[in-house]
């Protein structure tokens, strides 16, 4: 029993330092999402009055370095800590679908721009509130 316990002791050890993935990983997606939604603020002035155009163009800054972290952060997550790979997909997309939002809404092409910018919200919404990210690391740690 004593030469079990000390690897029990190690493998929860190994599930405690492999949270703060996840833990980055959630923060970075709470920044994309809070950086989004400052956006949608924003682009309403802009559209309804004609004001914010600057600030709606450098908000666009920050919904690009936040999505960047993003895709660090999964990385990170998916090594060194041996999580899955789809978070990487996930925050791929969110940065790559950024890239094409911004370029047609500074090309003008706002009937393609506003619904594009909804399904990023809507996905890292998805991301941050998806059922069950970080349960897997803390059951293995009671078992």
């Given at each position: 029993m004593?030469?079990?316990?000390?690897?029990?002791?190690?493998?929860?050890?190994?599930?405690r330092?492999?949270?703060?993935?996840?833990q980055?990983?959630?923060?970075?997606?709470?920044?994309e999402?809070?950086?989004?939604?400052?956006?949608?603020?924003?682009?309403?002035q802009?559209?309804?009055?004609?004001?914010?155009?600057s600030?709606h163009?450098a908000?666009?800054t920050?919904v690009?370095?936040?999505?960047?972290l993003?895709v660090?952060?999964a990385?990170?997550l998916?090594?060194?800590?041996?999580?899955p790979?789809?978070?990487?997909?996930a925050?791929?997309?969110?940065?790559?679908?950024g890239?094409?939002?911004?370029a047609?809404?500074?090309?003008?092409?706002?009937?393609?721009?506003?619904?594009?910018?909804v399904?990023?919200?809507?996905?890292?919404?998805w991301?941050?509130?998806?059922?069950?990210?970080?349960a897997?690391?803390?059951?293995?740690?009671?078992?």
């Amino acid at each position: 029993m004593a030469v079990n316990e000390p690897l029990h002791l190690e493998e929860t050890e190994v599930v405690r330092r492999s949270r703060w993935p996840w833990q980055l990983f959630r923060v970075m997606v709470l920044l994309e999402l809070l950086s989004l939604l400052l956006q949608t603020v924003t682009a309403g002035q802009l559209l309804g009055r004609g004001t914010l155009g600057s600030l709606h163009g450098a908000g666009a800054t920050f919904v690009h370095l936040f999505a960047l972290l993003l895709v660090v952060a999964a990385i990170l997550l998916f090594r060194p800590g041996r999580g899955p790979a789809w978070p990487i997909a996930a925050a791929a997309v969110i940065l790559v679908g950024g890239m094409v939002q911004s370029a047609l809404g500074g090309g003008g092409t706002i009937m393609v721009h506003v619904p594009l910018g909804v399904s990023l919200i809507v996905i890292t919404t998805w991301l941050l509130f998806r059922p069950g990210s970080p349960a897997p690391l803390i059951a293995r740690a009671g078992g």
